[in-house]
Each structure stands twice: as C-alpha cells, then as structure tokens.
C-alpha cells in the first residue's frame, strides 16, 4: 500500500493530478469558511442540533452549513438535479435513448441539462432554507434586496462547487463531487473526537468501546456490502467465419448488492426536506397556510420513532426504485442474444430478462434493508445509548469508504496504465 502511494508521487503526470486534486479541495475548505451576513452563530447551532434533517445536510456541505457560507448547500442541487434527470430517462423514451444509446456525446447532453437545472434547485433551496432560518431567528431581519442578494450568493457558490466537481473529476483519479463530500465528512471527524472526549464519563466506559467495536463492524459491512456481487455465469455460443472460430468462452455477469450506492438516501432525504421548504415558497402567497404546514411537518419529524420509520421506507422504496432505473434486465438479456451469449439453463432472450428480473429484486432486497439501517443508525445508537455525543454516521461512514474504496481503484488502474505503458 505504502509503495503504491510512493510510486504514485515518482510518476510526474500522476502527481500533478494528485496536487491538482488537493487543490480542489482546498478551495471548497475556503470557501466553506466565508459566511453569509447577519447571522446568529448560537441560535445556527442550536437550530442543527435539533433538526436531525437538516443536520445531515451540514455533513455533506461539509460545515458549510452550520457557518451559513456562501457554499452552504453544497452539491446538494447538483446532486437532486442529477438524480431528477436520471428518473426522466424513464419517462421520456427519447432521453433515455441520448443518455445510454449516444455513447459520449449523449452522457455529455445529459450532463448539460444536468447543470442548467441545477440554477434554479439552487436557487428555490436558497430561498426556502434562508426563509426557514429567518422564522427561527437564525438571521436578523432582511430585507427583500438583501434576501435576494443572498441567494444569488448561494446560488452561485453551488454552481462554483459543481464546476470545482467536474474539473476534479477530469483528472480520472476519482469522482470530483463525491470526493468534494467526502473531504466534508473527514473535516468534521476532528470535531465529532473532540465532542466525545469532552463529555466522555468514565461510568459509560463499556457503552464507548461498545462504540467502538460497533464502527470497526459497520466499516467492515459497509466494504462487504459495497464490494458484494452476484455472479452471473454467462456462455457465448461458438460461431464459425472460414477458418476463424469466434465465442466458445464462458464470463459472468457481475450484479452488485448495493448498485444504487449513496442515491436512494440523498434522495430519501430530498424528499423529507421538501415540505419543509415548500412550507417557506408558500409564504410569498399565503403566510397564514405556510405556519400551518411548517407546523404540522415539525410536530411530525420531531418524533424520532416515526422519522426513523419514513426515513427508513424512502430509503427502501427508492433504493429498488433507483435500481430498476439505472439496471435493465430487458436490456441486457437483448443485448446478450445479440452478441450470442446466454445464461446456461435459461432461454435467451424474455426468459433470460426474467430471470435477471428476478434475481434483481431478491439481491436489491439485502442492499436495501443495508442502506435503510445505515440511514438510521444514529437514530438507533442515541435512542439505544442515551448519549448524543455517540452518532455513528452510518451514511457518512458508508460515503467515506464508498469513496476510498473507488478512489483507491482508479489510482492502481493508472498506475497499471503506466507499467504497461513503459513496457511498449
């Protein structure tokens, strides 16, 4: 491991790309720090700490939003403009065609759609999430050029985060807006310690390395799960064009446990936010129905039973719902006759999409009964333990190594390029 690391930093065009990265990330921690003005710091944090929602959020911005910085949403938009884009690919046939039968240049068209939705997610989360602080006096009082301002502010500060992302990702060493959260969630690591240390009581010594032991078992399932795949046994029949002989060889079709990855909870969480910021876009028209909504939401999200259970369903129902649409059986099974291959014991064509149907579904159900515990297991530890300082960011844990684990690949495929490349 540490002669990979070493060898990485003696290959010059690999360096560069390394520094180049750190450097993106460097200028998110910078701009993490600039704050928006007229803000209360102590009632910021107390609002946080008692929103477990928007208390996540500050985990992907990477503190961003518990100093309201001008990078306050993060890739949030981005993230929801992608993930809005891809549950098109299912609704409009013709845009599923550009995204997956147009090589580049369709993937390059969804990507600028991608963008140019992410203006105004940007902006309508700015606006509501600005009004939801000014209700809890978060923020002084504005005026409407300086609310105006301010989302023009935020707005542009996630559209400068989804271009640091990309510019990231051209490096191929990793993909730049999960590295963008990834180095959020570490930022916030030395300050979850120090929580810990500070109100660590000797009588709960066997809850801490209960504690303990709990995250080296959650690290290690969440390196199982996200490295756990169903094999499939694939066959090509052996064809015969004059003296050539073609197929005749057996591969396999891999099936990961967990092909959604961190989606269905980044969307499962977009969906929790949503009445809660059309709550604040109502206020333009009707402010009396807008304290109405906002009341009923927070006396419903308050009761932890009840937000572990919504939040654990979303994340199941969305996890086979993001499944199905980034994994067509019908697809594969087509693309598979074509090309002459075949599951051994299964008729090619619908009876072979059929059985991959299938098999998704039972394969999906462990990873996303995995994903729905990860989403919930600080809930789980503070109601268990009684401690608040004891959160076990699940999902960031499940990120951190996600990202790592991908990251880590990359690098070794480069520096497999380059031995061969000084082979030739």
Request: hydrophobic letters at 50%.
């Given at each position: ?5 070493l060898?990485?930093f003696?290959v010059p065009?690999?360096?560069k ?6 450097l993106?990330?460097?200028a998110?921690?910078l701009?993490?720090?600039?704050p928006?003005p007229?803000?209360?710091a102590a009632?910021?944090t ?5 929103n477990?929602?928007?208390g996540?959020?500050n ?8 100093r309201?910085?001008?990078?306050m949403?993060?890739?949030g ?10 549950l098109?690919t ?10 997956y039968?147009e090589?580049?240049?369709?993937k390059?068209?969804f990507n ?6 992410t203006?105004?997610?940007?902006a ?13 006096q ?12 301010n ?13 640091i ?8 060493i990793?993909n730049?807006?999960s590295?963008?959260i ?8 030395p ?6 240390i ?5 009588a ?5 390395l ?6 080296v078992l ?11 795949e ?7 029949s052996r064809?015969?064009?004059g003296?050539k002989?073609?197929?005749?060889v057996a591969?396999y ?6 092909q959604a990855?961190v ?6 969480i977009s969906?929790m936010?949503f009445?809660q910021?059309f ?5 333009i028209?009707?402010?009396g ?5 906002q009341?009923?939401v927070?006396?419903f999200?308050?009761?932890q039973?009840?937000y572990?259970a919504?939040?654990f369903?979303?994340v199941?129902?969305f996890?086979?719902f993001y499944?199905?649409v980034?994994?067509?059986p019908k697809?594969i099974?087509k693309?598979?006759?074509q ?5 051994p ?7 072979t999409?059929?059985?991959l ?5 039972r ?12 989403a ?6 503070q109601?268990l333990t009684g ?8 999902t960031a ?6 990202v790592?684990?991908e990251?880590?690949?990359q690098?070794?495929s480069?520096?497999?390029l380059r031995?061969?490349?000084?082979l030739?």
């Open positions: 491991m540490f002669g990979k690391l060898q990485i003696r065009d690999l360096r790309k390394v520094f180049y990265v750190l993106g990330l460097v998110f921690r701009l993490g720090t600039i928006i007229g803000i209360d009632r910021l107390q609002f946080l700490n008692s477990q929602i928007f996540f959020l985990i992907f911005s990477g503190g961003g939003l518990s309201l910085s001008i990078v949403l993060g890739v938009p981005y993230i929801t403009a992608t993930i809005i884009m891809q098109l299912m609704i409009f046939p013709s845009l599923k065609q550009a995204y039968e090589g580049a240049a369709g390059a068209k600028r759609y991608s963008r140019w939705l203006v105004p997610l940007a309508l989360q700015g606006y509501g999430f600005l009004n939801l602080l000014k209700s809890q978060v923020l002084g009082s504005l005026s409407a050029l300086d609310l105006l301002v989302v023009l502010i935020i707005t542009t500060g996630s559209l400068v985060l989804m271009w992302g990309e510019l990231i990702t051209e490096q191929k990793g730049g807006i590295l963008i990834f180095a959020g969630i570490v930022d916030r690591i300050i979850a310690v120090r929580t810990a500070v109100s660590f009581d000797p709960n010594l066997p809850t801490y209960a504690f303990i032991i709990l995250s959650i690290i290690a399932g969440v390196v199982i799960i996200n490295e756990g169903r094999k499939v046994p694939i066959s090509y064809r015969i064009r003296n002989v073609y197929g005749g591969s079709l891999p099936m990961k446990i967990n990855g989606i269905p909870i980044i969307f499962a969906i936010l009445p910021f709550g604040q876009i109502l206020a028209f009707s402010p129905l807008s304290v109405k909504v009341t009923v927070n006396s999200l308050s009761n039973l009840i572990s919504l939040y369903f979303l199941v129902l996890t086979y499944t199905a980034t994994f067509d697809e099974a693309n598979l006759q090309s002459g291959g075949f599951v014991g299964i008729r090619p064509g619908e009876s999409g059929d059985f149907g299938k098999l998704t579904k394969i999906t159900l462990f990873g996303a009964i995995f994903l729905g515990l990860i919930v297991l600080p809930n789980l530890v109601m401690i608040q300082a004891l959160t076990i960011g699940g844990l499940l990120i951190v190594v996600s790592a684990l990251t880590i690949k690098l070794d480069e520096l497999t031995e061969y490349e000084g030739q």
